[in-house]
């Protein structure tokens, strides 16, 4: 299984970016894929996550409103749009891939992890 994260890069506050996350080696609808972030000195944060069976998602609230995320399944991607960015959006994003169960939108368990994509928002 490998999870591919891109599309990272240097921004200005208020712009925008589209991370992606490319999976190979797994049955996509199965899973949900979340993005997380980890900012030096700081831990590990949940950003987004969606169910490939169904499509529901989850943006955390701190930026909602402002990140959007969402899949192909054809292409076995899940996208994140991040609108709007701040400085404090900087970080390392890294997305995950765990199994869907029937009763939760997101796993709490992330089988697979991929390289993380730096983002960075300039003041």
Known sequence: VQLQA???G??????SLRLSCAASGLTFDDYAIAWFRQAP?????GVSCINNHDGRSYVADSM????????????????LQMNSLKP?????YH????P????????????????GTQ?????
């Open 6 to 8: 891109f599309g990272g």
């Open 10 to 15: 240097l921004v200005q506050t208020g712009g």
């Open 41 to 45: 000195g700081k831990e590990r944060e």
């Open 64 to 79: 909602k409103g402002r990140f959007t995320i969402s899949r192909d399944n054809a292409k076995n991607t899940v996208y």
């Open 88 to 92: 404090e959006d900087t970080a390392v």
């Open 95 to 98: 997305c995950a891939a765990g």
């Open 100 to 115: 869907v169960i029937p009763t939760a939108l997101c796993p709490g368990k992330w089988d697979y992890w991929g390289q």
């Open 119 to 123: 983002v960075t928002v300039s003041s």
